[in-house]
Every structure is written in C-alpha cells, then in structure tokens.
C-alpha cells in the first residue's frame, strides 16, 4: 500500500489503494511516521475510500497533514468527484484533476501532472501536458494511461488501481 522511489536526492513516498481499510490505515501510518524526515513528497494514488465517503479517511488525512510534507492526490475509481478533493483540500492536499503544479524541493523544481480516473481520450491528456517540463512526473490513478504519458515525453508515471502490483518479483 506504500511505496518509495528516489529523483536524486529526493525522496517520494506514493500510497496506492487504501480504500478506507482502518487497519491498512494504521500499518501504512506507523510506516509513514517512522520514515518522516527521510522523504519529501507524500503522493496518494486515489481509492482513499472504497465507498466515496472521506469520513472513511477522517483518522488518516489529518495524521498525514501532521506529517508536515508536501503532498499531493489523484482521485481514484472508489473517490466521489466532490466530497474527497474538498476533504483532501481543507487539509492543504493539493489535488490534481487533469491539473500540473511544481513543486520546489531542496532548491528543484519538480512539476507534477495529476490526471483523474475518468480522463482517458488522448487529447485530454495531450492537453493537459501541453508546455510540461522535460522532467514531469505523472500521477494517474489507472496504470493503463501508461502509453498516453510516454507518447508525449513524461518519463514516469506513478500509479494505484492494480490490486496486487504493476512489478511483481
């Protein structure tokens, strides 16, 4: 449910898949807390909730806010359109619907493209990259935008949705 990749020296911590589990919740927490000060940026994949309802995830996105790193969300299939990004954004979770943003991190800029679920005509997502930096980073909740991302140079793509892993080995 949690995964790490490094840029550099920069760390990232992606969750992929809680889908308002309590006890996952909690696991991926302990996780979190100890790894605090080793990473830099916080990514949540979408499916936060398994049936739409952000108050499945009251406990865990106000542990994560503490967490005091920048962090940034996808919604998934499982997340309703309305009352998960108003819940994320309350809490200063950035979340990306067909959106970019940079982030600066130790002094670097990072520019990330978050693309929603429901997003899958090439167009959209070729407009949505329009004028992105050689180095965007892509957050997809369904791996299968895969094709699209490296059609118009995003060189990694960071995604949830495949219930037992995109690299198994």
């Known amino acids: 449910a949690a995964a790490a990749l490094c840029r550099g020296g920069d760390q990232f911590v992606g969750i992929f898949k809680l889908q308002g589990n309590r006890l996952l919740d909690q696991h991926v927490l302990s996780q979190l807390q100890g790894l605090q000060h080793?990473?830099?940026?916080?990514?949540?994949?979408?499916?936060?909730?398994?049936?739409?309802?952000?108050?499945?995830m009251e406990s865990l996105l106000n542990a994560l806010v503490r967490l005091r790193v920048p962090t940034v969300a996808v919604?998934?299939?499982?997340?309703?359109d309305r009352d998960m990004p108003a819940a994320l954004t309350r809490r200063g979770i950035a979340v990306l619907k067909d959106q970019r943003t940079t982030l600066t991190i130790r002094g670097e800029q990072l520019e990330l493209a978050g693309l929603r679920f429901w997003t899958r005509r090439p167009a959209d997502i070729a407009r949505m990259?329009?004028?992105?930096?050689?180095?965007?980073?892509?957050?997809a909740h369904d791996p299968r935008r895969l094709v699209e991302?490296?059609?118009?140079?995003?060189g990694a793509v960071l995604a949830g949705h495949t219930h037992g892993g995109q690299i198994v080995l």
């Open 129 to 139: 990259l329009k004028g992105a930096s050689e180095t965007v980073l892509m957050l």
């Open 75 to 80: 919604l998934g299939n499982h997340d309703d």
């Open 149 to 154: 991302a490296a059609a118009h140079g995003v």
């Open 38 to 56: 080793r990473f830099d940026v916080l990514v949540l994949a979408g499916d936060l909730t398994n049936y739409g309802k952000p108050e499945e």
